[in-house]
Each structure stands twice: as structure tokens, then as C-alpha cells.
């Protein structure tokens, strides 16, 4: 299996500061189709999870500017340009190019 | 609006068995795969199984292979996970989960206990 890990697991940002998730994959995350299925979700506690990232870069709708994804081969990024408060909760990665698809460990943000 | 229901969790005796059941609204149900993901309390999220859109190819974690069944009904826009000989460790909630991984339902919590 596709071991993804995630650096750092926990994160106390300040209001209104930058953030930045790091996630590497054990292998490359390009799929035959030349795609990367790479994706990002955001947990908030007591909630289902929310994706907020889709194919590395791609942000989804109703999501906001602040967050950013980038990256490539086995090394990406999520980046917060200024956390908000309902920001809070646990971002994870996760790759869907090989099967079984798998996740990041969690990153634990704190304000 | 979409939307993914689960249902069907609880309380169940290891060796047990429960079937989940995921109702499907506001999209083409029938041209989608569906996922199962679980995620154990105070744990991440892991995948179970997916199905593709017609119910002809299914895939599972190696660690619920021979237990648990994933199926569909795409004339009542429903996913199903049949779970049989239910151990301590599959204590979770379990996620309905879009195709796409962009749809995620609220989540029913099954807990194997004695």
C-alpha cells in the first residue's frame, strides 16, 4: 500500500498567520491518465470530512481563496495563507491513484 | 441538493453482523462508484471498499476481505455493506463516500462489543 505521511501532525497557528501542511507519498502519484490524485480534506471536530483540494491544486467550490494546494511526483503542500478561527480541526491528505486508496495520518490545527 | 444518508449501525456481539445501507439523492446515482471509509474513534480515516458504477467490480481492505460485502441498488439509489463475523477492531464510523471522494454522508457508527 501507498504510505502517505504528513509533517507537522499538530500545528498551533496564530490568527490571521500562514500555515503549511507538508504530505509525501511512498511512491509517485501519477496515474496512467497523467493525472495526480492527490486531495485534500478538512475534518472539523464532530463533522464528517470536507474536501477542499482536489488533484493537487484544484481548490473546490465554496472553498476558501486562503487555501492553496501544490506539488507533484511525492512531495505537496496545503497551504493556509491567513487561518481563520473556522479553521480549526484536522487536514488530511490522501492519494487515489492506487489502490487501496489511502490517507495522511492527520495534521491537528489549533488556533 | 446532494446528499448521502447512512444507516443501519449499532451495537453488535463480536462474530456478529450488521448491513450498512447509503441512500443516495440529488445525483445520478447509477453513473458514479461509491466508497465505504471508516474511521475508528480518535482515529483517521481508512478505506473499506469501493464499487464501481454498475455493481460489476468491487475492491476491499485487506483487512475486511472475506468479511465484508459492498453492493448496490441503483433502482433505489442505494449503497449497502454487508459486515459478517464482526471483530472488536472494526469499531468505527463508517463514511458513504461519492466516487469522485467530493460527497461525503454524515456517517453511522457501528460498535462490536461484548
Known amino acids: 500500500d501507498v504510505v502517505m505521511t504528513q509533517s507537522p501532525l499538530s500545528l498551533t497557528v496564530t490568527l490571521g498567520q500562514p500555515a503549511s501542511i507538508s504530505c509525501r507519498s511512498s511512491q509517485s502519484l501519477v496515474f496512467s491518465d497523467g493525472n495526480t490524485y492527490l486531495h485534500w480534506f478538512q475534518q472539523r471536530p464532530g463533522q464528517s470530512p470536507r474536501r477542499l483540494i482536489y488533484k493537487v491544486s484544484n481548490r473546490d467550490s465554496g472553498v476558501p481563496d486562503r487555501f492553496s494546494g501544490s506539488g507533484s511526483g511525492t512531495d505537496f503542500t496545503l497551504k493556509i495563507s491567513r487561518v481563520e478561527a473556522e479553521d480549526v480541526g484536522v487536514y488530511y491528505c490522501m492519494q487515489g491513484t492506487h489502490w487501496p486508496f489511502t490517507f495522511g495520518p492527520g495534521t491537528k490545527v489549533n488556533i | 441538493e446532494v446528499q448521502l444518508v447512512e444507516s443501519g449501525g449499532g451495537l453488535v456481539q463480536p462474530g456478529g453482523s450488521l448491513r450498512l445501507s447509503c441512500a443516495a439523492s440529488?445525483?445520478?446515482?447509477?453513473?458514479?462508484?461509491m466508497h465505504w471509509v471508516r474511521q475508528a474513534p480518535g482515529k483517521g480515516l481508512v478505506w473499506v471498499s469501493r464499487?464501481?458504477?454498475?455493481?460489476?467490480?468491487?475492491n476491499y481492505a485487506d483487512s475486511v476481505k472475506g468479511r465484508f460485502t459492498i453492493s448496490r441498488d441503483n433502482a433505489k439509489n442505494t449503497l449497502y455493506l454487508q459486515m459478517n463475523s464482526l471483530r472488536v477492531e472494526d469499531t468505527a464510523v463508517y463514511y458513504c463516500v461519492r466516487g469522485g471522494v467530493d460527497v461525503w454522508g454524515k456517517g453511522t457508527t457501528v460498535t462490536v462489543s461484548s
Open positions: 440529488g445525483f445520478t446515482f447509477s453513473t458514479y462508484w
Open positions: 464499487i464501481n458504477s454498475d455493481g460489476g467490480s468491487t
